[in-house]
């Protein structure tokens, strides 16, 4: 059967929010410390304490949010414990994660320094299970007030005159498990108590989200937007893609095709979650108002041998770039409603973007899968139809290619392709619909194996490369180009009119 892709030029479906592409740090095994903070005195480079290898190479991402400081750490955090003269900050012990202590060397100040140097907007996470409704009112304040006031007097004190900007702000984090263990019509009520002090200064946090559903939790979704939805603008998701389930986890860079498959089969599983989420939202908010927020998803692995079990380092494969080519796919094709996305989480933990080990660092498939999509922020979702293989194995199948479309601010069509099957090659025959093209270009990732992966002896292993000689030619209001499509890659082809 022959593939093919026909996209609707002039058939805009949503805006592609930027912050689709967004990040999550928390003080997790080696994300803050060490991933991004050495601190001044470190002989590893660094500005103010924050590593300049780690921040150059994502300033490349153009990560437009970063989510901080959790995850289950948010409910513990007490950000008072995290602000001024850093030799006189307490010393905590981070009960989720490994049980290890932190001086709190990096806290609210550092934070924003971090999304100066890397040019990204902020969203932090309040703590709802242990802190007060006074303690998160007081950080928004100490945060961005510029007037005269307690808390903006204090940030003076430590040495910051004006506010920072803080778009995104989180009422809570899981509360339906680490963040209180509550039910959803208990944290609702919370949410619309603490969600009130919240209070705006300059406007700021215009976007407030609520602690949202576990996986396919729809009745969290439905009391949540029952009760709250005229006091959010954000409600989030998280969802790890886990194959085998929480206790069959496996490792990152050991496991078969049986494997492979049931990963990308449970990373499809967020095409139903956005639907089943977002037709329950769609009944409480038809104008699509409130955001879905899907800040925590991700592959989580066994952590790599002789590592913290709590510090959740696991290397990254052409699986997980996979994995992240078919998560900004259905991003993508479900703009309407999903309005941000936090990948967990980008340095040293989970689905990283890049790992450091001392001074070195390198980059992961999933990053280059990030870089080659990131033109995708801020362009318009088209729609398009894809009739194609399947992919097979043990009696099942998939969708052997898998894709998103969209029109950039610079009327550029970028065409984004995750292809499954790690045997054969496709061909893809494209379709634009009224467009004529003037030049196409495309760049792919592939590996040597589905288990490729980028070691900091062998930092190139896996990195996009050009794809030349692409042909294309106009057929009456359309533009048709063929692409031949290597086994378990990833494409995005620019095409421009
Ligand atoms: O990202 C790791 C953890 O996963 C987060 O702290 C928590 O929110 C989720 O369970």
Redesign the pocket.
């Known amino acids: 059967m022959s593939n093919q892709l026909h996209v609707l030029t002039r058939a805009p479906k949503a805006r592609i929010e930027p912050e689709i592409y967004g990040h999550?740090a928390?003080h997790?095994g080696r994300c803050i410390y060490e991933g991004f903070w050495v601190g001044e005195d470190s002989d590893i480079p660094n500005t103010r304490g924050i590593r300049n290898d780690v921040v150059e190479a994502l300033k490349n991402l153009n990560i437009p949010v970063l989510r901080w400081p959790?995850?289950?750490?948010a409910d513990e955090y007490h950000w008072k414990d995290g602000i001024g003269p850093r030799e006189g900050r307490k010393t905590i012990v981070n009960t989720?994660w490994g049980g290890v202590t932190e001086n709190n060397h990096f806290g609210t100040h550092e934070f924003f320094d971090l999304c100066e140097l890397l040019g990204t907007k902020a969203y932090i996470c309040g703590n709802v299970g242990s802190g007060t409704v006074q303690e998160m009112a007081e950080w928004v304040e100490y945060i961005t007030f510029d007037g005269v006031s307690p808390m903006a007097n204090l940030r003076r004190e430590h040495g910051r005159d004006k506010g920072w900007d803080l778009p995104f702000f989180g009422v809570g984090?899981?509360n339906w498990?680490?963040g209180g263990n509550m039910r959803a019509e208990y944290y609702s009520d919370l949410y619309r108590r603490y969600s009130t002090y919240v209070r705006k200064f300059r406007d700021l946090p215009a976007y407030k989200i609520a602690g949202g559903a576990n996986v396919s939790d729809y009745h969290w979704t439905e009391v949540l937007m029952r009760e709250g939805a005229n006091h959010m603008n954000g409600l989030s998701l998280?969802y790890y893609t886990m194959p085998d389930g929480w206790h069959n986890r496996g490792t990152a860079r050991e496991f078969d095709e049986t494997s492979y498959f049931d990963t990308i089969k449970a990373a499809l599983h967020m095409d139903e979650l956005l639907s089943r989420h977002g037709a329950i939202m769609d009944v409480y908010d038809p104008k699509r108002r409130v955001g879905l927020i899907v800040d925590?998803w991700g592959t989580w692995w066994d952590v790599e041998t002789g590592t913290n079990p709590g510090f959740?380092y696991q290397q990254n494969t052409i699986r997980d770039a996979l994995v992240a080519a078919a998560h900004l796919n259905l991003f993508h094709n479900h703009a309407h409603r999903v309005k941000m996305a936090n990948i967990?989480?980008t340095v040293n933990?989970?689905q990283a973007m890049v790992l450091t080990d001392g001074a070195k660092m390198l980059l992961t498939p999933t990053y280059h899968v990030f870089e080659m999509m990131k033109e995708n922020q801020g362009a318009t979702s088209l729609t398009a139809t894809l009739e194609g293989d399947t992919y097979n194995i043990n009696g099942k199948e998939l969708p052997a290619l898998h894709t998103s479309a969209s029109l950039t601010e610079n009327g550029e069509i970028l065409l984004n392709i995750a292809h499954f099957d790690p045997h054969n090659a496709r061909t893809l025959d494209i379709e634009l619909h009224a467009f004529e093209a003037k030049s196409v270009s495309a760049r792919l990732l592939s590996g040597e194996s589905l288990q490729a992966y980028n070691e900091f002896e062998t930092a190139e292993a896996v990195t996009p490369r050009t794809i030349d000689g692409l042909k294309f030619e106009k057929v009456g209001d359309n533009t048709k180009l063929t692409l031949e499509v290597p086994p378990a890659s990833v494409i995005v082809v620019k095409v421009e009119g």
């Open positions: 999550f928390e997790l959790g995850g289950c750490f989720h984090n899981e498990g680490c998280h925590e959740l967990a989480q933990v989970l």
